[in-house]
């Protein structure tokens, strides 16, 4: 009677594949970064130091900046296709509640799916959310960089010290080697 089984929990049956992603650079070195915030408070001062940070540690040509008006919604099309023409990797955040960490991974997906290897910066505390939003896209097991929570209510040093202390994992996610994604 029922060819198959449909699961309302959103959860991937167990042959699911893994994250799909784009391929990496080697370095970062002469790229150019697309940084897309969202609307949340200190996102896109964290993504402006995490880009200063590239420039100057792994010299990065240039970013191109973009704000998403929406916490939720996924980025706009035009946005995106703009930004896979401009920007050789993209750095997605700040995930700092459940809403905008699950676009933030869904962004993340969508420029994967295009072809230009993402960062996505979420708040510590809403992996089930970032986690659950990977699953929903056939992307089980997406990695991303995690930052203590929360991220809003920071000075401007906090801000710059929490993107240095994300640095490294974010080259990892953009090269050759992303890091492994971990069981959370």
């Known amino acids: 009677m029922f060819e198959a089984m449909i699961d309302p929990t959103g959860v991937p049956s167990a042959g699911a594949d893994g994250p799909r992603l784009a391929a990496r650079p080697a370095r970062l070195d002469g790229l150019v970064v697309g940084l897309v915030a969202n609307p949340k408070k200190n996102a896109e001062p964290f993504l402006d130091a995490v880009g200063e940070l590239l420039a100057a540690e792994h010299g990065t040509a240039d970013v191109v900046r973009t704000r998403k008006t929406s916490i ?3 980025i706009p099309p035009d946005t995106l296709d703009e930004l896979v ?3 050789d990797v993209v750095l997605i955040g700040v995930g700092d509640c ?3 960490s699950a676009a933030a991974v869904a962004d993340g997906i969508a420029f994967e799916a295009a072809g230009v290897p993402a960062a996505v910066i979420c708040s510590d505390a809403f992996r089930v959310s970032a ?3 990977a699953r929903l896209q056939g992307s089980p097991g997406y990695p991303y960089v995690t930052t ?3 991220v809003a209510p ?5 801000v710059r010290e929490r993107a240095r202390l994300a640095l490294p994992e974010l080259v990892g996610l953009l090269t050759e080697a992303p890091v492994p994604a971990v069981a959370r």
């Open 85 to 87: 023409q401009r920007c």
């Open 72 to 74: 939720t919604d996924p």
């Open 131 to 133: 986690d659950a939003m």
């Open 148 to 150: 203590p929570h929360p």
């Open 154 to 158: 920071l000075d401007a040093g906090g």
């Open 98 to 100: 459940g809403s905008c």
